[in-house]
T-cell receptor
Framework: DQQVKQNSPSLSVQEGRISILNCDYTNSMFDYFLWYKKYPAEGPTFLIS?????DKNEDGRFTVFLNKSAKHLSLHIVPSQPGDSAVYFCAASASGTSYGKLTFGQGTILTVHP | ETGVTQTPRHLVMGMTNKKSLKCEQHLGHNAMYWYKQSAKKPLELMFV???????ENNSVPSRFSPECPNSSHLFLHLHTLQPEDSALYLC?????????????FGPGTRLTVT
């Protein structure tokens, strides 16, 4: 049973436009959410996170939105740049579980065209 | 060296071989993790070490044997693997006991079992 799902395997966006990556979760115990970016031949790199006490967190061009009632989070990238082309993973953690246990989605490949 | 390093980056081994993967973190963290990423699947947590003690074993077969001699080094000893164990193995570290859950990943070891 996959508790974190990214239903779009890929997304293609024009440079300068907005990229919206989506993630759904089923475990209501999750209370901390993260987004990671992964380039080929590299490990995932932490991008941005959000605690369940918030519904929005912003860092430069990246904003994460959390809708707890819908068990849905999204990552907005504005404006998108070709260097943003990568695989994006969302991950979730439940603070009551053993420390450090992150559950990942299967990833969305973002391609930003010049 | 900075961040999290992993060696070797690529490994090809037969099913009767014994090999080890090495991970080293230079971030002063006290928690380390092994993940497996198979094609088109989410990252799967294998093992968690907090302060050198194993706190999570995610039902991993005994042919994978982790070792954490100190909070900076983590090994994954491999023996009598199966072809389905071919995958990208990622090491990560984090600071346990804080309020955030960010993990920092190494570049991974691409393992092929023949």
């Amino acid at each position: 049973d996959q508790q974190v799902k990214q239903n779009s395997p890929s997304l293609s966006v024009q440079e300068g436009r907005i990229s919206i990556l989506n993630c759904d979760y089923t475990n209501s115990m999750f209370d901390y959410f993260l987004w990671y970016k992964k380039y080929p031949a590299e490990g995932p790199t932490f991008l941005i996170s959000i605690s369940s006490i918030k519904d929005k967190n912003e860092d430069g061009r990246f904003t994460v939105f959390l809708n707890k009632s819908a068990k849905h989070l999204s990552l907005h990238i504005v404006p998108s740049q070709p260097g943003d082309s990568a695989v994006y993973f969302c991950a979730a953690s439940a603070s009551g579980t053993s420390y450090g246990k992150l559950t990942f989605g299967q990833g969305t490949i973002l391609t930003v065209h010049p | 060296e900075t961040g999290v390093t992993q060696t070797p980056r690529h490994l090809v081994m037969g099913m009767t071989n014994k090999k080890s993967l090495k991970c080293e973190q230079h971030l002063g963290h006290n928690a380390m993790y092994w993940y497996k990423q198979s094609a088109k699947k989410p990252l799967e947590l294998m093992f968690v070490y907090n302060f050198k003690e194993q706190t999570e074993n995610n039902s991993v077969p005994s042919r994978f044997s982790p070792e954490c001699p100190n909070s900076s080094h983590l090994f994954l000893h491999l023996h009598t693997l199966q072809p389905e164990d071919s995958a990208l193995y990622l090491c990560a570290s984090s600071q346990a006991g804080g309020t955030s859950y960010e993990q920092y990943f190494g570049p991974g070891t691409r393992l092929t079992v023949t």
